[in-house]
């Protein structure tokens, strides 16, 4: 079984900078793709980043040039770093990771952590 425990969330105004980290834990697995999503109450959970092993990224077009997403494979970690926030990034954000494991692939969410923007 992996782990995906979250952190970093929080309130802040609008144009501050939050940054979410994201760290996995287990035996004996290897992280393909690790991301951020975000959902807000009656929506569907929507992609914010991701990012895979050798450092390629994708945004989401809402977040392109102001959110940052970034890993480090030897702690099992990504982040997401987010400047000029703004209240529509208001959202519970959560962890992804693609994991292969003893021969199998499977993907795992963290719990969430709440972010609120201020207008």
């Known amino acids: 079984q992996v782990q995906l425990v979250e952190s970093g969330g929080g309130l802040v105004q609008a144009g501050g900078s939050l940054r979410l980290s994201c760290a996995a834990s287990g035996n004996n697995f290897n992280i393909n793709v690790m991301g951020w999503y975000r959902q807000t109450p009656g929506k569907q959970r929507e992609l914010v980043a991701t990012i895979t092993s050798g450092g390629g990224t994708n945004y989401a077009d809402s977040v392109k040039g102001r959110f940052t997403i970034s890993r480090d494979n030897a702690k099992n970690t990504v982040y997401l770093q987010m400047n000029s926030l703004k209240p529509e990034d208001t959202a519970v954000y959560y962890c992804?990771?693609?994991?292969?494991?003893?021969?199998?692939?499977?993907?795992?969410w963290g719990q969430g952590t709440q972010v609120t923007v201020s207008s």
């Open positions: 992804n990771a693609d994991v292969s494991r003893l021969g199998r692939r499977n993907t795992y």
